[in-house]
């Protein structure tokens, strides 16, 4: 087993999970991103592996699928020698948002199985090889964890359900792996998307304004901490809910 940092990214061919494999590879650590997209995972391969040679590798799964996730976790062991020192549960969705008498129970089941099974199931089957390596696991949740907008309901329920599901974690597999939380706020996300996807972020005034911080959050603003949390930097903390949104969610605002 070689000495290289092994981290593997879920959701990690786009948006702020595209944003970490990059982030994790310009710090040389070896990353294995798990993705469902199998066009963004070929873009992610073409624009990163070249200057990464060997250290980047695309898992095509879905975190919802515990064969696939099983799968995923075999291969990602095989290519780096059994060696995995950090998992990061970042693969989510937002579903329908719609009035509650509107929303129907799969809907509700996907969001949850996504975004709440998808890390529960990461954890159960890359627990051994954390265990062996003394790792952590950060989970992305969000800001809607802790406040929402109308009809939020399956979002809302299952970023509330990651937080609780951290400290179980945390609780569970210490002292061996910490596990932590990171809900961000608003993270301006199209530039990090697949090509067909991409936007240009247009932020008003009165976008930045809502944050103390002057400005809305990019991907880089949670990858350096997920980095932190990941590295023995951080090995005093572990089963906290860290929010990076800019002091949004701290301002009274009044309209």
Aim: charged share 20%; with cysteine; aromatic share 6%.
């Amino acid at each position: 087993m070689d000495g290289v940092f092994t981290v593997l990214v879920t959701g990690g061919a786009q948006g702020i999970g595209k944003g970490l494999t990059a982030h994790f590879l310009g710090r040389g650590w070896r990353v294995a991103a798990l993705d469902c997209d199998a066009d963004a995972g070929a873009e992610l391969l073409a624009e990163f592996a070249g200057a990464a040679p060997g250290r980047l590798r695309f898992l095509p799964a879905d975190v919802a699928d515990e064969e696939q996730v099983r799968r995923a976790v075999a291969e990602l062991l095989a290519w780096s020698g059994g060696r995995l020192d950090g998992l990061v549960n970042n693969a989510g969705i937002c579903g329908a948002w719609k009035p509650l008498e509107q929303t129907a129970l799969a809907d509700w089941n996907r969001v949850l199985a996504v975004n709440l099974s998808g890390g529960f199931l990461l954890a159960k089957h890359t627990a051994a090889a954390l265990r062996n390596s003394h790792g952590a696991i950060v989970n992305i949740a969000s800001t809607r964890a802790l406040m929402s907008e109308p009809d939020s309901f399956a979002y809302s329920a299952s970023k509330g359900g990651v937080v609780a599901l951290t400290h179980a974690l945390a609780v569970s597999l210490g002292p061996a792996v910490r596990v932590n939380c990171i809900s961000p706020g608003w993270i301006e996300c199209g530039p990090w998307r697949k090509a067909a996807a991409r936007t240009v972020p247009q932020h008003s005034e009165a976008d930045r304004a809502q944050h103390p911080c002057g400005r809305v959050g990019t991907p880089e603003d949670v990858a350096e901490l997920a980095a932190w949390l990941l590295s023995p930097a951080a090995g005093f903390v572990t089963g906290q809910n860290h929010v990076v949104d800019g002091g949004m969610t701290k301002k009274m605002i009044y309209l």
